[in-house]
């Protein structure tokens, strides 16, 4: 019977969280042998026992637990996040953690599965068509809510996520391309306006495109309209950020600026990635790593510890990990016959992407540091279990994935 239970679940994608959780002990007992003062191994190890026990109860849970309670879940998280505001614990500026009876935790990671469930219990219904204007707007809204309180805190890197699995779900439950595509447009309009010559190009694209799918003349001017008043909004939201957010901003375009300052963390992580090598330093003999000249080396950089102890080979490996995560996700999303697990299959596959791309992209120079951990590598028991908890309900839907 037992065995039979274990045999159910999805043994390819276990396969691959566990290979990454292993990768990020392995990189964390490192960190805790620099002489840091504190054992990020052993407390990572802890969390992993109870993150997979609490994975596998989400795993054996009711099929339709997740689908009559997403509602519910939402509500409370929405809860959480406005508590923040009020009585968060404030760290680096942020307020961002919540504490309940002794017990820390960021209500943020809670609300980003509480989203996920409401919107695909929304959209899994065969009456909500998501070209309908009225459904599209609830189904944005249900992510807006989030999105802001969480940008509030401030903490726009988590809130970024909340954005993020928006267009993926969207055109998963078949919003039409030139809708998607007029989604996309002010985002990327807001991006360039810090350039007045990428902004013209956008605009000028915007204008094309409007032509060429026939939009209507008053619509168009509207729409147009919008997309230039980005240029303006850029200023105030500027200066409605946080001294530390600007600093992260500028540095990503020059780290070169500050060496000693904002760009120092950048710095050392592409020294201590390109001095790897190939094959690494060794483990436990990275000198970046070891002498602690690579900042957050247990969170934000440990990626950085692997590309110098274990050089170009487990760089590959972990990638090559992450990759094999991704397109199990993907292609149990297409497998899943019911609606509401397929969009959950999404959602969680776009959220584990992002967190990965942003996370490697800023140790290399290729994205502003934001703070998002790297999934299941990333030191940290309230992502982790965050993260456990959502291959938990694949891992759920894979047992139930003939059922309708």
């Known amino acids: 019977m037992l065995l039979d239970r274990i045999k159910s679940l999805d043994g390819i994608l276990l396969a691959a969280v566990f290979g990454l959780m292993i990768c990020g002990l392995v990189a964390l007992y490192s960190t805790s042998q620099s002489g840091g003062g504190a054992n990020f191994f052993l407390s990572q190890a802890r969390w992993i026992m109870l993150g997979t026990v609490v994975m596998l109860v989400f795993a054996y849970l009711p099929n339709r637990f997740f689908y009559e309670l997403a509602y519910p879940i939402y509500i409370i998280s929405i809860l959480f996040l406005i508590m923040v505001l009020f009585w968060g614990s404030t760290t680096y500026g942020a307020t961002r953690w919540l504490r309940i ?58 809130g970024l996520v909340f ?13 039409k391309t030139n809708y998607l595509i007029l989604i996309v447009t002010p985002v990327i309009a807001f991006a360039t306006s810090f350039n007045i010559y990428l902004f013209i190009i956008v605009l000028a694209a915007i204008i094309y495109f409007l032509y060429r799918i026939r939009f209507s003349i008053l619509w168009g001017i509207g ?44 710095i050392q992580s592409k020294v201590a990635i390109g001095s ?15 002498l602690r000249f690579l900042p957050e080396q247990h969170t934000d950089f440990i990626f950085a510890v692997i590309g110098e102890e274990f050089g170009f080979v487990g760089v590959v490996i972990v990638l ?85």
Do not use: C
């Open 101 to 158: 009876g002794g017990v820390g935790f960021q209500p943020s990671e809670f609300a980003k599965i509480a989203t996920l469930l409401a919107v695909a219990r929304y959209l899994s219904d065969e009456r909500m068509e998501i070209n309908r204007p009225k459904i599209f707007l609830i189904a944005s809204g249900l992510i807006a809510l989030p999105f802001l309180l969480v940008a509030k805190q401030p903490d726009l890197g988590t």
């Open 320 to 404: 090559a990990l992450f990759t094999w995560l991704l397109l199990r996700i993907i292609h149990l999303s297409n497998i899943f016959r019911n609606e509401f697990s397929s969009i959950v299959a999404i959602g969680v596959g776009t959220m584990l992407g992002f967190h990965t791309f942003v996370n490697i992209g800023m140790t290399i120079g290729l994205a502003p540091v934001t703070g998002l951990p790297l999934p299941f590598i990333s030191y940290g028991g309230s992502a982790l279990l965050t993260n456990l908890v959502m291959i938990g309900f694949l891992l759920n839907f894979y047992r139930h994935r003939y059922i309708y």
């Open 223 to 266: 729409y147009l309209l919008l997309n230039i008043s980005l240029w303006f909004v850029r200023s105030i939201f500027w200066n409605q950020l946080k001294d530390y957010q600007k600093k992260r901003i500028t540095t990503f375009w020059n780290p070169e600026a500050d060496p000693l300052g904002a760009g120092y963390q950048i």
């Open 163 to 175: 954005a993020v699995i928006t267009l993926p779900i969207f055109f998963w439950v078949g919003l």
């Open 276 to 290: 790897g090598g190939f094959f690494g330093k060794g483990f436990l003999d990275g000198s970046q790593t070891q």
